[in-house]
């Protein structure tokens, strides 16, 4: 497991960054802006920064320039930059002493294939309940996690039916509707496997125009496995 620092003022991108670097196993750390970013990075060891380059007062360059001028543990930390800028200039933000540029919104697998680059080999599987997902989402109340993990044995048993019906109208639309619904519920209940299924296989969807038969059949799998965890 590495330890990554994530810097955005967007509240939303930063749960997003956060909550895919944990599905695969890495400790985060988040700041919502550089400043904060500065100081983390100052007393700690992280193996990754993100950092967003439009923060307000302390933008991402600016971050990343104070924390190599500074004697911290994570000076020579690989950085990397994001953007919601599609048209932003990469070359800048990489004479600034960022590795890469990511544009967001950025895919969950993207985010996956860039940890590995950077990070070396992770688990693309997860866990089927982690507990400490499930309380991070739920403030630690095990009588929350509790019921809302009925709530999703519940969704499991009847997802299968759910699947065929969409297959055999071709209904991509209420698939992904679907899958934003499923997604809600497997946070709460820290069913990490079964969000990495979720994001493979709408990651399938964006790229693909066929039926993505094969990542349906791995989330169904992996939707199983959950169900009898949740006995």
Known sequence: MSRVLVADDNPLS???????IALVGHDVTT???????????????FELILLDTRMPLV????????????PGPSRQTTALATSADAGISCSALVAAGFEEVLVKPIALAVVHGLLERYLGAITTSGTLLDE?????????DAGIIAALR??????LDALP?????????????????????????????????????????RDSLDRDTA???AAITDLLQVSAQTRLALD
């Not at 400490?132 to 630690?140: E, F, R, Y």
């Not at 009925?150 to 969704?155: D, H, I, Q, T």
């Not at 209904?171 to 069913?191: I, K, N, P, Q, Y």
Request: with cysteine.
């Open 14 to 20: 930063l749960a997003f960054f956060r909550d895919a």
């Open 31 to 45: 700041a919502g802006d550089g400043a904060e970013a500065v100081a983390l990075a100052a007393t700690q060891r």
């Open 59 to 70: 933008d991402g360059p600016e971050a990343l320039r104070r924390i190599r001028a500074a």
């Open 132 to 140: 400490a997902m499930a309380a991070q989402k739920t403030g630690g």
């Open 150 to 155: 009925k709530l999703l044995a519940v969704e």
């Open 161 to 201: 039916g759910e699947v065929r019906l969409f297959e055999r109208d071709a209904d991509t639309v209420a698939l992904r509707d679907r899958l934003h619904r499923l997604e809600a519920s497997v946070g709460f209940c820290g069913a990490s496997a079964l969000a990495l299924a979720i994001g493979r296989l």
């Open 211 to 213: 039926w993505p038969g």
